[in-house]
């Protein structure tokens, strides 16, 4: 083979991804095959545990001019000049195409399932980015572009992902390396060979397929579903009752039963029955509502959704309890993968404010100490910075303990306020419908301002009531729905509340 420049190869992997691991493969591979290699790699922001870009570069031996001169290798990735491009995870294929290291020499193969990155996770709306933008854009740029779920298939198969991406380059028949050199480097790392070598056989067929691979766009074994983009929204599993089924079927408009069914399952899993039934009977007022000739029911659906989400809010009880689940325990075992025999500490930080602690007393009790002095002092000693370890016995039975305030939940000050906004939410709506139903439904909308925990709850509460206000008084016609909207998506902007104060400005 005659070459004037070296073939060229950049990973964009996620810390703990093995995106080192396929590095060294790769170079022991280039090796055995008879090239020269060189590989570096680039820490990346730890925007998503650490993305890292592995950068390598490849000669044959038998290409080498007669004086035996070899060439000079460089350290980073050119943009223009990248033969090959293998993304961890699809949104760092995009990132790798910002970069210019995308184009029509390009070879591109992306995992298609996502990691949430920080700024998605922590956006007051719907943060995350549109998956579909990058595939497009991959098969407009890239001179090929491959794409399935690695880390589904890795995980099919007892590996980890670093195999699946091992096997989706040779299958892709972008490197000269003969199929034996990789399943010989993979035995000689001793990297869990026998599990390692079957995802890269996986991967290998699947990246060999024509187009797109089977599995591409759908999300990997234990991330959330497209819509869902944190734990507290996955599906509560189970089947409700015959009662609750009859109930949503008779009297819940069809486009909104299987958000209610969801809603009563949640209740179930928050509190209890009675809980669910509560939820029921405030979404039938608001069927109620609804005009006889509508269709639509799009404030049915809306405050199905939005009511679901309000009536489990997360106190103190709700997060310790689902610290403690067996299905977190068992997430979390899966994401670290411990060796046989290797223990697991798992430690919670959390950090405790009065309002969290009042609020898990009884109503009359924590309205008091907030307003009294020296008892909030006493209370000072028990907020600030906490590590407990939950996979000890003694730290087990404190969230235990307190998951198992759930049955006095009622009498709590935090369910009586969340309770009394709730109702001035629906109040308003019940308002605004007969006259203005694209204002109702823009107000149910609102809800989704109302998440989170802490501070992060306080400031949405303080949007949310800032725009309820505004709109206590609906204008007929379609100014007061648009005008909400607006609000709504500036509240939505940043934390601070900057954009939503210039958008109450403008409207006065």
């Not at 109702?423 to 203005?436: D, H, K, Q, S």
Request: net charge positive; glycine share 10%.
């Amino acid at each position: 083979m005659t070459l004037s420049r070296p073939i060229t190869l950049s990973i964009a992997a996620l810390g703990g991804q093995g995106g080192g691991v396929v590095s060294d493969w790769l170079i022991d591979v280039a090796r055995r095959s008879g090239y020269l290699a060189q590989a570096t790699s680039v820490p990346g922001v730890a925007q998503r545990t650490g993305a890292t870009i592995y950068y390598l570069e490849f000669f044959p031996i038998a290409g080498l001019p007669a004086d035996k001169r070899r060439p000079i290798f460089a350290l980073m990735p050119n943009p223009g000049d990248v033969d090959v491009l293998i993304a961890s995870e699809i949104m760092e294929a995009g990132r790798a195409m910002q970069r210019g290291l995308v184009t029509d020499r390009t070879t591109l193969i992306a995992s298609s399932h996502r990691i949430y990155a920080i700024q998605e996770k922590s956006s007051l709306g719907d943060g995350r980015a549109d998956a579909t933008q990058v595939r497009e854009l991959a098969r407009r740029h890239a001179k090929r572009y491959i794409e399935f779920n690695m880390q589904a298939l890795a995980e099919a198969n007892g590996s980890v992902i670093s195999a699946a991406m091992l096997g989706a380059l040779c299958g892709s028949g972008a490197l000269p390396f003969p199929v034996e050199h990789y399943v010989e480097a993979i035995r000689a790392s001793g990297i869990e060979a026998a599990s390692s070598t079957r995802a890269f056989e996986a991967a290998r067929s699947a990246a060999g397929q024509p187009g797109d691979a089977p599995g591409a766009g759908t999300p990997a074994a234990g991330t959330p579903a497209a819509g869902t983009p944190g734990a507290t929204s996955q599906p509560f599993p189970g089947s409700i009752s015959s009662s609750f089924e009859q109930r949503i079927l008779a009297r819940v408009p069809a486009g909104a039963q299987a958000t209610a069914r969801e809603g009563v399952r949640r209740m179930i899993d928050y509190q209890d029955g009675a809980y669910a039934s509560f939820y029921l009977d405030r979404l039938e007022a608001v069927i109620a509502l609804e005009s006889a000739p509508s269709s639509v029911f799009a404030l049915t659906e809306s405050v199905a959704r939005g009511l679901a989400l309000w009536m489990s809010f997360e106190d103190t009880i709700r997060v310790a309890d689902l610290k403690i689940r067996a299905a977190r325990a068992k997430r979390v075992i899966e994401e670290v993968r411990p060796s046989q025999g290797q223990l697991v500490q798992v430690t919670e930080f959390m950090k405790p404010r009065i309002e969290e602690i009042c609020g898990t007393l009884p109503a009359g009790l924590g309205a008091w100490v907030l307003r009294s002095r020296a008892p909030r002092r006493w209370l000072n000693h028990l907020t600030g910075g906490r590590q407990i370890t939950t996979s000890s016995i003694i730290g087990f039975l404190q969230l235990y303990w307190l998951a198992g305030l759930r049955r006095w939940r009622r009498k709590t000050l935090r369910y009586a306020e969340e309770q009394s906004r709730i109702e001035r939410w629906l109040g308003i709506i019940a308002r605004a419908a007969p006259e203005n139903y694209s204002s109702a439904v823009e107000i149910a909308e609102c809800q989704q301002l109302v998440k989170g925990y802490g501070e992060t709850h306080e400031r949405g509460c303080a949007n949310f009531d800032a725009i309820l206000a505004d709109s206590a008084d609906p204008r007929p016609g379609t100014g007061a729905a648009e005008r909400i909207r607006r609000l709504r998506i500036a509240a939505l902007a940043d934390d601070e509340g900057i954009a939503l104060s210039k958008a109450l400005a403008a409207t006065h």
